[in-house]
């Protein structure tokens, strides 16, 4: 069992920047690719942006992509999604989550484990 807990969400304006972190307790953090997707009200889940096992490789919808930052520091089970030059598009909750295979560039919505998801407002 992977435990997902989000934190750093909340109202910014236009053009603003949110640090997202998700910190993880439980089985063996390095082992999985990490992901962050968003759900905007009325829509479905997406996918934002995934991390692999070592934090060597990363992939982004390319509706964030020159303007978010996924990372990972497994010394401290914790993952990233530094959020910049925000959009009202990106209004959602915001949902970490843990794989334990595929690819790198995988955008699905198959993840082992989620997080409660933390929510981003950005006002138009």
């Known amino acids: 069992q992977v435990q997902l807990v989000e934190s750093g969400g909340g109202l910014v304006q236009a053009g603003g920047s949110l640090r997202l972190t998700c910190a993880a307790s439980g089985r063996t953090f390095s082992y999985y690719y990490m992901g962050w997707l968003r759900q905007a009200p009325g829509k479905e889940r997406e996918f934002v942006a995934t991390?692999?096992?070592?934090?060597?490789?990363?992939y982004y919808a390319d509706s964030v992509k020159g303007r978010f930052t996924i990372s990972r520091d497994n010394a401290k089970n914790t993952v990233y999604l530094q959020m910049n030059s925000l959009k009202p598009e990106d209004t959602a909750v915001y949902y970490c989550?843990?794989?334990?295979?595929?690819?790198?560039?995988?955008?699905?919505?198959?993840?082992?484990?989620w997080g409660q998801g933390t929510p981003v407002t950005v006002p138009s």
């Open positions: 991390i692999t096992r070592s934090g060597g490789r990363t």
């Open positions: 989550a843990a794989r334990s295979g595929g690819d790198y560039y995988y955008t699905g919505p198959q993840y082992d484990y």
